[in-house]
Structure formats: structure tokens, C-alpha cells
């Protein structure tokens, strides 16, 4: 530990006290011991002077000494980074509900994957964090504005409907007006809670054509990380995904493989961090990772706890043992 560590490091002065206890301890063994070379006549010695034990009478002083020791850095206050839930932060949870998340390449398939994962997420994260919900097809639509009631969450969830076309950038620009509405509402504090986005997807956007305009995809990521908003985004499905689509000459199978490039490039500008989950069992591990990211904080707390738990234990068993070998305290 570098005294940077210690909210309270000159206690650690103490030790000097205790490493002069520790001399004058050594000291007076060793004037015991000339005092008893004083005695000549060895046979009358040992008739006189009481039994001696060896080392283990030493025991309960060095056992009190050392209790000393912890309980002296348990005063100067170590700290330690600790893992603190959050219970200012918001989340967006933005699903897409387009026709190719009707693919079955995961199964059930695309959708019903993402209904059981983000459940499970919803679940997962901790109780403080206020979690929202958008879908988005062609338009997007907040669906359960931030809240900690996560029975409202996953009840929306259960009742997502699949529609056209994609339009990544207005889910976006769409959470964001939810989070600065929330932000709003709340009030009070120096600064805005934190928030993230997490965004699942399986495709690139169709709704504007081009990412870059104005209402795009990656215009509406350079807004999030203007407003210090990290996207985090899940590309979900396979390269090898089919939908099949209705026609008047019949029914045409649509092959509708993921996107990984726009995606990624959408995390990137954000600041936030890209994923990818081929199977129901990869998606919920990708939420469990960010439940750990955005749940919880890491913060310098008090690690004092053990250090004094020690030095309590040392010094009573020190105190113990002098009492049972020498029927009296060190």
C-alpha cells in the first residue's frame, strides 16, 4: 500500500511506538537473562527460581504486539476500490422490431430470443437505475419512459409487434429525448444522471437511406456522444438469416444477414461498445456484461474493517494466553 491509500496515513506514526514496545521488550529479556548469570552457584538457582518455559512464553507479548500493529493501520483509514450500485443512471433499452427479426436462425427465432434476453436483463439490473424501453421499425416509439419498475418493462416487452423498414437513427434520437425528459423531471442535481443506451439490432438502417443524414443513424450517435450518451450496441442474428416475405405471385424467402460494420461504426462514434450474439445464450451473456458495466460503479471506499477485525483478534488472543500461562496479563 503507498500512503495514498490511507484517508488518515500520519496514525501510521504510531508505529514507531510500537517498534519502541518491541525494543524495550527485546531489552528487558536481556537483562533478565545477565541478572540471572549474577547467581554463582547454579544448583541453588534452579531450587529458588520458579520453572522457566521456553519460547512460548513469549507468545501472548509478540500475539499483542502485532494486534497493535493492524489495529494502528486499521486508524489510518486504508481504502480500497469498491463495487457500488448506482441509483442515479438511466437506461434506454432500444429493441428492434423490424420484419427480419422474424428470422428463426436464432431460435425461436430473432425476436423471441430478444424478448426473453431483455426480460432477463431488465431483471438483472440493480434496483436504483431507471430503465426505459423503445421499439422501432420504420418509426420509433417509447414504449415505458425511464422507471424502476421493471414489471412495466418486461410487460411491453411481451407485447412487441413486428413492422417495416429500419430506422436505427430516430430510436436513437428518440431515446435520447427520453432521457433528457427524465433529466428533466428529476432536476435538483449539479448534474445530469448518467445514461446509456443499449440498442439490439440485426440489421443496417433503411429509414433514411444514408446514416449520415440528418436523422440518421450516425448523425443521431454523434448527438449521443455530444451529450456524453455512450451507445452500447448488440448486433444479433447470423450472416445466414432468411425471412420469408408475402408477394402476389406468392411467398418469397428474403435472406436477411446481420450487420456487424454500421453497428460497430454507431458504438464507436458514441464512445460506447459493440457486441455480437448469433444465439439466445450469447445474447443474455452480453447482457449480463453490460448489467456489471452499468449497474455498478467503482469508487475508493473504507477498508479499515478487516485490518481492526485482526487486530481485536490478535490482541485478545494475546491477552488470553498470557492469562493461561501466566496467570496474569503481559
Known sequence: MSLSQFSSPWWLLFLIVVIGLVVGYVLMQRRRQQHTLLFSNMELLETVAPTRRGYERHVPTALVLVGLMLLTVALAGPTSDQRVPRNRATVM????????????????????????????????????INLG???????????????????????AIDKLQLSERTATGEAIFTSLQSIDTLGAVLGGGEAAPPARIVLLSDGKQTVPEEP??????????????????????ISFG?????????????????????DDPSLREIAD???????????????????????????????????SRPWLILGVLFTAAGLGMALVLRQRLP
Open 212 to 233: 449520415d443524414d440528418p436523422r440518421g443513424a450516425y448523425t443521431a450517435a454523434r448527438a449521443a456522444a455530444e451529450r456524453d450518451v455512450p451507445i452500447s450496441t
Open 133 to 155: 424501453l423503445v421499439a422501432f421499425a420504420g418509426t420509433a416509439s417509447v414504449l415505458v419512459s425511464p422507471t424502476t419498475n421493471r414489471e412495466a418493462t418486461k410487460a
Open 93 to 128: 433499452l432500444v429493441i428492434d422490431v423490424s420484419l427480419s427479426m422474424e428470422a428463426t436462425d436464432v431460435e425461436p427465432s430473432r425476436l423471441a430470443a430478444a424478448q426473453e434476453a431483455g426480460k432477463s436483463f431488465a431483471d438483472g439490473l440493480t434496483p436504483g
Open 238 to 258: 447470423t450472416s445466414y438469416g432468411t425471412v420469408d416475405i408475402e408477394t402476389e405471385s406468392g411467398s418469397d424467402r428474403v435472406p436477411v444477414p446481420v
Open 269 to 303: 462514434l458514441s464512445g460506447g461498445s459493440f457486441f455480437t450474439a448469433s444465439s439466445l445464450e450469447e445474447l443474455r451473456a452480453v447482457y449480463d456484461t453490460l448489467e456489471e458495466q452499468i449497474g455498478f460503479e467503482i469508487t475508493r471506499g473504507d477498508a
